[in-house]
Nanobody, 113 residues
Framework: QVQLVESGGGLVQPGGSLRLSCVAS????????MDWYRQAPGKQRELAAT???????TYADSVKGRFTISRVNAWNTVYLQMNSLKPEDTAVYYC???????WGQGTQVTVSS
């Protein structure tokens, strides 16, 4: 099993930045991919960014060019750097790992003036 703990969320003004962290523990040697998802109020959870064990990254069109996913220490920590934040980025952000599909508890990001 893998345990995930997200942090770094908060309230930020439009145009601001935040860096989210997802710390993994447990059977992290088995991880081959980690995703950041987000869920806005009243909407379905959507995939925002992905990073594989080969270092390949993919992004949703809505965050491309503004968000950057990265990892350190062989999956111990994965970051989501979010720049040029918009009100529509407001959501609870979750990390998920594969295999296993384990989820963290989420961290709230609110973009508002």
């Amino acid at each position: 099993q893998v345990q995930l703990v997200e942090s770094g969320g908060g309230l930020v003004q439009p145009g601001g930045s935040l860096r989210l962290s997802c710390v993994a523990s447990g059977s992290i040697f088995s991880i081959y991919r980690m995703d950041w998802y987000r869920q806005a109020p009243g909407k379905q959870r959507e995939l925002a960014a992905t990073i594989t064990n080969g270092g390949s990254t993919t992004y949703a069109d809505s965050v491309k060019g503004r968000f950057t996913i990265s990892r350190v220490n062989a999956w111990n920590t994965v970051y989501l750097q979010m720049n040029s934040l918009k009100p529509e980025d407001t959501a609870v952000y979750y990390c998920r790992v594969l295999p296993g599909g384990y989820w963290g508890q989420g961290t709230q990001v609110t973009v508002s003036s």
